[in-house]
């Protein structure tokens, strides 16, 4: 039987929020404890992060450390999943390089996933469209990140990537270029699947402006890190419906950045527990929509639900946080495993490519035999 194995990470551009939570985090965690995986890669994508944060490297350097402490904070187990680092395993870069071969300008630029990234960080929308990206200043790695992320999940022949919605071009983009080199070389690598959060709400969680992506940039993050206080602050200013003026008047639940939380974190346990006179979220939507519940009273809901799943994070993050070394053991010793994985990957990829020169001791031999025959 074919092995099951997840590849899956984030790039250390600050603290993990509740978008990330929610979109792969927790899932991550699931699937973990649920010993239905051979192995598990958790991967910290630090030269990813510098493809658009070249002139501020020592930003992503320290934001290493935050990203490690979210995920064993999280619940991710170093016993059980290998946590590393990008940079620390070299054989991805030459993955990426073999991988350029395969895939054309064109097809980066139709790429949605791209697209939004490129408008998101501020780049000129031109070197979408345009023939040469290098001139309306995109960064080559940033352009060609698709190709990178290929890489990293082919090294580790993952079958199954967890992510959100917006990841799915990435995912359909590593599987062409999979299909591509097996369809060149011979079969060698495996083609992944992307395994989506079975919530609707945690497919793309909004800010806390409501804007449609949480987002460090925007200012709009609930962190894992939050106390219980900048939670509660966070969340009394969050975008309800905007027509909700009055206790009394009708409310609109779909894009009320409120409830849409509630869907994400909300179980039957936090309803019996926080609002027992509602049977369940759904009474409580029904009540907001006839009007005569207040916007209050769902926001102090809300903190309560955030503040009981985000409080044995905070304790086992402050527990890791006194041991700093300890992590940066769990990375150095996660990061040699996943090294000598990708290592034994390139080797197969050489020798499908017909590269592994001195590797190939008969076409030594048959070399010398001919050249010593003339």
């Not at 973990?32 to 051979?38: A, K, L, P, T, V």
């Not at 994508?45 to 501020?56: K, V």
């Not at 790429?111 to 031109?126: C, D, H, M, W, Y």
């Not at 060149?184 to 709400?201: F, K």
């Amino acid at each position: 039987m074919a092995k099951k194995i997840i590849l899956t990470g984030d790039r250390p551009t600050g603290r993990l929020h509740l978008g990330h939570y929610v979109g792969s985090l927790r899932r991550r965690v699931e699937l973990q404890n649920s010993g239905e995986f051979d192995r598990i890669f958790i991967m910290i994508a630090d030269a990813q992060a510098l493809t658009d944060n070249a002139d501020n490297p020592e930003k992503v350097r320290q934001n290493v450390i935050e990203v490690a402490l979210d995920y064993l904070s999280a619940g991710l187990d170093p016993a059980r999943s290998t946590l590393f680092i990008q940079s620390q395993v070299p054989e991805l870069c030459e993955l990426a390089f073999y991988y350029m071969n395969l895939v054309t300008v064109q097809r980066l630029q139709r790429n949605p996933t791209v697209k939004a990234e490129i408008q998101l960080r501020g780049f000129s929308e031109n070197a979408v469209e345009g023939d040469t990206a290098q001139r309306a200043g995109i960064p080559v790695g940033f352009f060609t990140y698709p190709i990178s992320q290929a890489s990293d999940i082919t090294a580790f022949k993952a079958t199954t990537v967890p992510a959100g919605d917006d990841q799915e071009p990435m995912v359909e983009q590593t599987r062409e270029i999979v299909h591509k080199f097996n369809s060149v070389y011979g079969p060698t690598l495996v083609e992944p699947e992307i395994l989506l959060p079975d919530n609707a709400a945690c497919m793309r969680l909004p800010g806390t402006d409501g804007k449609a992506k949480m987002s460090k940039s925007l200012g709009n993050c609930i962190y894992l890190s939050d106390t219980a206080d900048e939670v509660k602050k966070k969340v009394m200013g969050m975008y309800t419906d905007p027509d909700h003026l009055r206790v009394e008047d009708p409310g609109k639940v779909e894009g009320n950045t409120v409830f849409t939380y509630l869907d994400a974190f909300c179980r039957p346990e936090h309803m019996a527990k926080y609002l027992p006179d509602y049977a369940s979220l759904d009474e409580l939507k029904a009540h907001y929509r006839r009007g005569g519940l207040g916007d209050v009273k769902v926001k102090r809901l809300l903190i309560a639900v955030l503040n009981e799943t985000l409080d044995p994070i905070r304790a086992r993050r402050k527990e890791f946080e006194g041991r700093i070394e300890e992590v940066y053991r769990i990375l150095e010793e996660g990061s040699a495993a996943a090294r000598a994985t990708a290592a034994a990957t390139l080797d197969e990829v050489r020798r499908a490519m017909r590269i592994n020169y001195f590797d190939d001791t008969e076409l030594i031999e048959q070399q010398a035999k001919a050249y010593a025959n003339r």
